[in-house]
């Protein structure tokens, strides 16, 4: 069994429970967040770890530490002041991190992840306090293996790596990526239950093409432009190749790469190390979730559908990639599917006379069929096309204007409007405006978190369409059955299996309220981890002849949990790191 750090392991007492037994004692143990229990070690582990002085006498439990952190939350003025005090506990106590953030997951979501981490990217370099990841720099890239056996984390199974080029909606962040890595894998832990010492977050330091980054004198990253061609495919290469030789069992997640360099790297990589591009395929899953329900609310198929995605970056291209798929599935042809999604970018409607990106290419409408059209504007095209469906990915505020609303209205009793273009200034329309203007019948879900709106004395919930609805499942199957490759199909299974979910727990809704976020990331974990051992690619001999029940419980088993373990000494342990 591979060791866990080189600070620590998880073993068996006398009696068969999990004990912690620490290689590091005294001042230098409060500083690992993992082994930090802060004023909740006991006087017996005090006086076993040579702690007894450094910390006030008093012993604390985890709830009691939970109500104090909590409050401390609470006095926080602002979100982003919020989000920094939670990133420095994380820091501090990861156990009491994590048993805040089960806790008050609906609260907190918004703080640590979207919309607030945008904001907590973009200062990323001025808040920096404490080290977390991996950073490899351009400097340094040649030496990639030495460098990650600096980490101390011996067994990672999970991995968040990002360039940095394309966050969020908020484009090239340099350095400042990082936080988004970090926050990711705070969600694979309190959703998806990978253990906190089992994850990495990773920037891929290829510099920024921002020359106000680039001038800035606090700026951390490295200040020059953005490698570029077969400079830049070398980095990568020599990055997963020190990950395959450090970390032969890490699933590799690529995050917020720019939209042509997210398709090319996830081809290339994702049958060489097990790895998935979230902002392509997870968020093209958790909308073919939402969608599958909405059409389920108005009594109708997905095949009935229309639908118009405006916007064709990497969300919008995995959205309609996913729709496709699909309609595929419900058994339209080709030629009838291209009749039913239609993608525009910001030059109008793709269409395959139009010279365009090579993995444009695949959505685009034959031109044919746009023959006698007023035009190919996002209005046009909801009018032409007498969509029922209008998905938003386009990172404009506003573009949901009253009239291109109205004319999707007019194409159907309930139309589905989802404005999902995070942060919150960037979403396509307002959910209160989009109710109004369609006299309260649109099904209406958001990237971002909205609050319910009232409308003529109707509650309307507005459904989270969140990407951590399907990664921290899908990822946790993926590291569970040591999945060799991520599939298409095994990522398709996940936006059934939350569509499925969602219609079983919250009948009514889009998308389960973000405090069932654990128990929608089981029911995920669960049919994807099912999908991959279906299709010959799960590794992992302790799951292959489990039936349902059993791999349900092989799953719960192994999910982790925020709580204190008692510790002992390894031998030879000491304060020396």
Partial sequence: MARISRYYDVNRDEAGHRVLEVRVTGFPL?????????????????????????????????????????ARFLEQGTDLEKHA?????????????????????????????????GEAVRLFSRLYRYPRGFALSSRNVARAEELLRNVHQDDVRMIVA???????????????????????????????????????????????????????????????????????????????????????????????????????VLEKYRKVVPSFNDDIQGTGAVTLAGVLRACALKGERLRDQVIVVH??????????????????????????????????????????????EDYKRPLATPQALTEGWRGTDLLSVVQETRATVLLGLSGQGGIFSEAVVRAASANTPRPVVFPLSNPTANTEALPGDILRWTDGQAIVATGSPFADVEHEGQTHQIGQGNNAFIFPGLGFAAVL?????????????????????????????????????????????????????????????????????????????????????????????????
């Fill in 311 to 356: 916007g064709a970056g990497a969300g919008g291209a995995g959205v309609a990639a996913a729709l496709r798929d699909g309609l595929g599935r419900e058994g339209l042809s080709p030629d009838e599917v291209a009749r039913r999604v239609f993608v525009l970018d910001s030059r109008g409607l793709l269409t395959d006379d139009r010279t365009m």
């Fill in 30 to 70: 409060l500083h690992l967040p993992l082994l930090n229990k802060s004023t909740a070690f006991t006087d017996e582990e005090r006086l076993q770890l040579g702690l007894e002085g450094l910390l006030p006498s008093g012993v604390s439990t985890l709830e009691d530490q939970k109500a104090r952190a909590y």
């Fill in 481 to 577: 059955t040591r999945a060799a490759e991520i599939t298409d199909d095994m990522v398709a299974e996940a936006a059934y299996a939350l569509a499925d979910y969602t219609a079983s727990a919250w009948p009514e809704r889009t998308y389960p309220p973000t405090h069932a976020l654990r128990e929608a990331s089981r029911a995920v974990a669960l049919r994807v981890a099912r999908q991959a051992i279906a299709e010959g690619v799960a590794r992992e001999p302790k799951v292959l002849a489990l039936d349902d029940e059993g791999l349900s419980a092989f799953i719960e088993r192994r999910f982790w949990r925020p709580k204190y373990l008692p510790y002992r000494t390894a031998p030879g342990a000491g304060p020396d790191l």
């Fill in 162 to 264: 990002t360039d940095s080029s394309a966050i969020l909606g908020i484009g090239d962040q340099g350095f400042g990526g990082m936080a988004i890595s970090i926050g990711k894998l705070s969600l694979y832990t309190a959703a998806g239950g990978v253990g906190p010492d089992k994850t990495l977050p990773v920037e891929l330091d290829v510099g920024t093409s921002r020359q106000d980054l680039i001038d800035d004198p606090l700026y951390l990253g490295e200040r020059h432009a953005r490698l570029t061609g077969a400079e830049y495919d070398e980095f990568l290469d020599k990055f997963v190749q020190a990950v395959q030789a450090r970390y032969p069992k890490a699933i590799i997640q690529w995050e917020d790469f720019s939209k042509d360099t997210a398709f090319r």
């Fill in 85 to 117: 005090y939670l990133r420095n506990l994380q820091d501090y106590n990861e156990v009491l991190f994590f048993a805040l953030l089960e806790e008050h997951v609906e609260e907190m979501l918004p703080i640590i992840y979207t919309p607030t981490v």
